[in-house]
């Protein structure tokens, strides 16, 4: 069974850096997408960033570009996302997704922001920015 887990959260200023892991136990990355998804007090869970982790490719939320970078370590079977110049809006729980194999977009189809597509979820990590 494969289990995400995220760590890196946190309560940093305004323009200050994070850097959230996620480590999939029971699983080593093949041709997957891993994304990066979070829940601010009151909305919706959104779409962050996403990495194919056959081929690097990555996907960004308009509202992170420039800001925040998804990347992979395939010696270490681990996703990461650096936040840079973070904002109060920034602050919401973060979770680690897994479409593994990609077998949810064959499923459900869409593109990288379909959470359907994603079978497996992390618990979250907070991170919390303050003015």
């Known amino acids: 069974q494969v289990q995400l887990v995220e760590s890196g959260g946190g309560s940093v200023q305004v323009g200050g850096s994070l850097r959230l892991s996620c480590v999939p136990s029971g699983y080593t990355f093949s041709r997957d997408l891993m994304g990066w998804f979070r829940r601010a007090p009151g909305k919706e869970r959104e779409a962050v960033a996403a990495?194919?982790?056959?081929?690097?490719?990555?996907y960004y939320a308009d509202s992170v570009k420039g800001r925040f970078t998804i990347s992979q370590d395939n010696a270490k079977n681990m996703v990461y996302l650096q936040m840079n110049s973070l904002k109060p809006e920034d602050t919401a729980m973060y979770y680690c997704?897994?479409?593994?194999?990609?077998?949810?977009?064959?499923?459900?189809?869409?593109?990288?922001?379909?959470?359907?597509?994603?079978?497996?979820w992390g618990q979250g990590t907070k991170v919390t920015v303050s003015s």
């Open positions: 990495i194919s982790t056959e081929d690097g490719s990555t």
């Open positions: 997704a897994a479409d593994i194999e990609n077998i949810g977009r064959r499923i459900y189809g869409g593109g990288w922001t379909n959470q359907r597509r994603y079978g497996y």
